[in-house]
Nanobody, 126 residues
């Protein structure tokens, strides 16, 4: 069965760092882009970042540029989201997803999603 499993969420103080991981199984990992999304309480789910494994392209929402970085370990079918200088407004459930490709704008990421992970909670305290 196609599956994406996130891990690495937790509680961190503002200004701190956290690394999320997403491991894929049940499909050909190299054929898909992988994106990260987040949903804060009472808000819509939004695109955070996306990586095309075919050409190495990565894109980020304006709110996280310069603070968040994606990487891919293709041999382990795993991607990571390294989050630095975290802010309370980063608090959300974070989801990874398999996309057909990464569009340029993060606001369009959800339109390209094929499979969602279950989510992992990140809480940033002030």
């Amino acid at each position: 069965e196609v599956q994406l499993v996130e891990s690495g969420g937790g509680l961190v103080q503002a200004g701190g760092s956290l690394r999320l991981s997403c491991t894929a199984s049940g499909f050909t990992f190299d054929d898909y882009a992988i994106g990260w999304f987040r949903q804060a309480p009472g808000k819509e789910r939004e695109g955070v970042s996306c990586i095309n494994k075919s050409d190495g392209y990565s894109g980020y929402a304006d709110s996280v540029k310069g603070r968040f970085t994606m990487s891919s370990d293709n041999a382990k079918t795993t991607v990571h989201l390294q989050m630095k200088f975290l802010k309370p407004e980063d608090t959300a459930v974070y989801y990874c997803a398999a996309l057909f490709a990464c569009p340029i704008a993060a606001t369009l990421y959800a339109q390209y999603v094929d499979v969602w992970g279950q989510g992992t909670l990140v809480t940033v305290s002030s």
